[in-house]
T-cell receptor, first 113, second 113 residues
Framework: DSGVTQTPKHLITATGQRVTLRCSPR?????VYWYQQSLDQGLQFLIQ???????AKGNILERFSAQQFPDLHSELNLSSLELGDSALYFC????????????FGQGTRLTVV | GENVEQHPSTLSVQEGDSAVIKCTYS??????FPWYKQELGKGPQLIID?????GEKKDQRIAVTLNKTAKHFSLHITETQPEDSAVYFC????????????FGTGTRLTIIP
């Protein structure tokens, strides 16, 4: 168990809908990262938050947004969902920013039908 | 931005033999290089990491080497066992402004009993 909790584990929704994925980082970790992993694909960086503020942005679609709350949990919001958004979404957390061990949650498997 | 290349994409070895996975990175400012193991349906698990001020690190059957000049780093698994079968990802990150982990495309390792 990495200590990073992601909910829900599975999500099935229709095209055009909006969903929210939740991540609780390890206790004491200030940095949260979101990654997308499509079938048989690598891990694509979406966005990073550090202590409540956005720190870095990757290839995140405009339909997607995220935030980190004062209690350091983070949410990834995906809207106007398309079939191609079906993927595993992982959250990782680390104590600080770069150069520190990052631990991943078990992921949320999103299926858009 | 950082680009990490990983080879091979698939690797099959006999149980008990050694496995080597190689990665190259492009950004000379990267200074942290972790390796993750991902089993089917699970999140990536950190198995070993190395920092740029170290050339080699070993943990039981797993070792990682780093050549900063050539921007190469490698994962070595000795005395392979069936439970080593998984997808392995290398990654690189740096300090502020380059904190996110940039992942390689993964290596599917199969241990043949």
């Amino acid at each position: 168990d990495s200590g990073v909790t992601q909910t829900p584990k599975h999500l099935i929704t229709a095209t055009g809908q909006r969903v929210t994925l939740r991540c609780s980082p390890r206790s004491g970790d200030l940095s949260v990262y979101w990654y997308q992993q499509s079938l048989d694909q690598g891990l694509q960086f979406l966005i990073q938050y550090y202590n409540g503020e956005e720190r870095a942005k990757g290839n995140i679609l405009e339909r997607f947004s995220a935030q980190q709350f004062p209690d350091l949990h983070s949410e990834l919001n995906l809207s106007s969902l398309e079939l191609g958004d079906s993927a595993l979404y992982f959250c990782a957390s680390s104590v600080a920013g770069g150069g520190t061990e990052a631990f991943f949650g078990q992921g949320t498997r999103l299926t858009v039908v | 931005g950082e680009n990490v290349e990983q080879h091979p994409s698939t690797l099959s070895v006999q149980e008990g033999d050694s496995a080597v996975i190689k990665c190259t990175y492009s950004d000379s400012a990267s200074n942290y290089f972790p390796w993750y193991k991902q089993e089917l349906g699970k999140g990536p698990q950190l198995i070993i990491d190395i920092r740029s001020n170290v050339g080699e690190k070993k943990d039981q059957r797993i070792a990682v080497t780093l050549n900063k000049t050539a921007k190469h780093f490698s994962l070595h698994i000795t005395e392979t066992q069936p439970e080593d079968s998984a997808v392995y990802f290398c990654a690189a990150s740096g300090d502020f402004g380059n904190e996110k982990l940039t992942f390689g495309t993964g290596t599917r390792l199969t241990i043949i009993p």
